[in-house]
């Protein structure tokens, strides 16, 4: 790494690496699962409760990971989300007469911890790496973080449904173990230190936060990412397989597409939302970003309704959504690390990651439940509302500022 760089950007740049890594078997493994199961005859539903515990996992690691990592340190709770991940993948490479549903679940299980510990690390560094009066920097890093992030996530997508087509479900697997396993490695001699160890112990109450913000950007979380996945997990790739009679390269590509450019929108959302550190974006820019969003989908829905034909009404109104939501995700990403406090602030992200795996939660369960009993449009209508109610709610918040004060902790 070149010796120009400072100290805070050598980590920034490790931190990030890390998160990439992940985040491409994470996407990965995601589409395989769907596209393997669906092929082998799985319901929509019954696809969607293979994802049931890493959702739910997911909500419990945040709460007791901001917690640990305000005791242990951000770097080792990074650690262990890529060992939990390597495991989680050599759990799949049983026998194919073991991968029941229960089997599957705990694999996932497993790697909806993993996930969340190498989020909630990730995110929390930034905020101790970049100085209080430097908000559009911050802004900035977060921003690139998570599109980068999400870019990757769509090459997981795709990489998992081409995979799955050139050498089955149990080489992929296998290939992305092996790659994950020397990222693990290559973290442990790179990424040490106490970064984001609170100045004193946490006790476990803490884990809920008492900040006004905090608590209403979570609500907000909730219901945004709910609105993505209620369309997004099961009842997207299943149509496009299905009605549309699309082939796993095509799914795969599709969605990785738009995962892509969604996470590149998401890197360009301080330059669409307030580039300058003067006039940073708070709820009221939040309120407007999600009244747009909102409509997307309720238009989609109305559409489908009267009968147009479903793709191009598919493929041109999610394209629109991604733009969209993606400054909304980035935008909140943002908020929540600006109204955090400093010292723990793993506390108040795991907070609000886990109303994120809440809202992808019930996503995830209302994808595949919807989908079977009213069809994508009732998915996308229902999209519609949860992501008016984020709107509302976000209005609310206070100035960055006030709120990262009133969250200091003593």
Known sequence: MPARLSPDVRRYLLV???YWAFTLTDGALRMLVVLHFHQLGYS????????????IFGVVT????GWLGARIGLDRTMHI???LQVLALGMLLVPAAWLTVVWVMAAQALSGIAKDLNKMSAKSSIKLLVADDRPGTLYRWVAALTGSKNALKGVGFFLGGVLLTMVGFAPAVAIMAAALLLVWLASLVLLKGD??????????????SKSRAINLLSAARMFLFGARDVWFVVALPVFLATTLGWDFWRVGGFMAAWIIGYGIVQSLAP?????HDARMPGGRAAFAWGAALALVPLAMAGMLTAGLSPQPVLVGGLAVFGVLFAVNSSLHSYLIVGHAARDGVSLDVGFYYMANAMGRLLGTVLSGWVFQVAGIGACLAISGVFIALAALIVRALPPVAAAAEAAARP
């Open 271 to 275: 330059y669409l939302t307030g580039r």
């Open 16 to 18: 990030t690496g890390n």
């Open 195 to 208: 970064l984001g160890k609170a100045s004193a112990r946490p006790k476990f109450r803490d884990i809920l």
């Open 62 to 65: 945040n709460l007791v990971g």
């Open 44 to 55: 929509p539903l019954q696809i969607a409760m293979l994802f049931l515990f890493y959702e």
């Open 81 to 83: 989300g890529l060992a």
